[in-house]
């Protein structure tokens, strides 16, 4: 089941012309179900003109805080986003489901730790750049944020006291794509922005880790960059918060049916389906209740572990190869290439 609850809006700040920011109250009986680690994110559920709308945001605040905010830029032709930037107003309430993700940082020893953040990927990044600093005194923080101006450059002022809270423990690069500012880059982040951090500004630095968020070209990119450099891969870690729109070209080369088994909640549902169809469409269209977010293969809502048969996943850029080998698969990616599965979304 999806572990959704109402929670009042306490404060909308506006962020950029072009984003908010959200805080929720967290009632004191949930609290410990809305405990997070920086770094994850939460969904939101609205109906909207009789449509159920979910949407996943990154949770900008620290875990240390005791606060639930969400930073959520408007996206042109985007139904929640929109909403959430011009209609939401404190005391209105809105379903929330718990805190998840993997993109986490929660250690406590000293750290160097360096971040590449692009428009609202800075979200996740926010709440891990303050743990960071404050897990201990001796932790450094390199943040290179791009963006088209400093106008819509989401948190900024918040950036700026964390600059003078820590002195020289926080440093920030700024990249502008349309903007020429002093102190800051021009144009946006790529290869030689990565080159230029490593073998020019910060030379000699050895890093424990990497966090990466934005689009899907940049995290390549970036991620690239770093291992041409010989960055180890188990020191890159990345969210995406858009990936491109592949062609589901599996779903056309597939004939036939399949029988599905679900176990969700110690409760069984089977069902057929037709293997074109990829297996989370399929259950929610059965009216079960089974965990999902983006729809995308952005987040990791919807991973469930399949027990019998066999799937394959259209795209997957958050499962670890070994964790495919345990069988877990993303719902939302996967079509059945069997005449039956097994999916088990209790056991992740």
Do not use: W
Not at 55 to 65: E, T
Not at 146 to 152: I, L
Not at 194 to 201: A, E, G, P, R, T
Not at 232 to 255: G, M, N, R, V, Y
């Amino acid at each position: 089941m999806s572990h959704f609850h109402a929670l009042q809006i306490t404060a909308v700040d506006r962020l950029t012309p072009n984003a908010v920011a959200l805080t929720f109250d967290i009632p004191e009986d949930l609290k410990e179900d809305y405990s997070f680690k920086a770094g994850q994110y939460i969904t939101l559920k609205h109906t909207l003109n009789g449509k159920e709308l979910r949407r996943a945001y990154s949770i900008s605040s620290p875990p240390s805080s005791g606060k639930l905010t969400v930073g959520i830029k408007k996206m042109e032709g985007g139904a929640f986003s929109v909403y959430a930037n011009e209609e939401l107003k404190a005391g209105d309430t809105i379903d929330v489901m718990f805190p998840e993700g993997r993109f986490v940082f929660d250690e406590t020893s000293p750290k160097k730790i360096a971040a590449f953040a692009a428009g609202s990927g800075i979200t996740p990044i926010m709440s891990i750049a303050q743990t960071v600093l404050e897990s201990h005194p001796e932790s450094t923080f390199v943040l290179v944020f791009g963006n088209q101006s400093p106008e819509e450059t989401m948190y900024f002022k918040q950036i700026q006291a964390l600059k003078e809270q820590y002195g020289g423990r926080l440093f920030v690069q700024y990249i502008y794509s349309r903007s020429h500012e002093e102190d800051a880059l021009f144009g946006r982040i790529e290869r030689s922005t990565v080159n230029f951090v490593l073998k020019n500004k910060f030379k000699g630095t050895e890093f424990d880790g990497f966090y990466l968020c934005g689009p899907e070209e940049m995290i390549e990119q970036v991620t690239d960059t770093l291992e041409d450099n010989g960055v180890p891969k188990e020191k890159i870690h990345f969210e995406l918060f858009t990936s491109d729109d592949t062609e589901d070209e599996l779903a056309e080369e597939l004939e036939g049916k399949t029988k599905v088994e679900v176990l969700l909640d110690d409760e069984t549902f089977t069902f057929v389906m037709d293997k074109k169809e990829r297996v989370l469409d399929a259950v929610l269209k059965e009216d079960i209740d089974a965990p999902y977010s983006c729809q995308g293969g952005v987040c990791s809502s919807c991973i469930a572990r399949l027990t019998a048969g066999k799937v394959e996943m259209v795209k997957n850029q958050i499962l670890t190869d070994g964790e495919i080998e345990e069988g877990f698969i993303l719902t939302c990616q996967s079509h059945p290439l069997t005449s039956a599965i097994k999916v088990d979304y209790d056991d992740v």
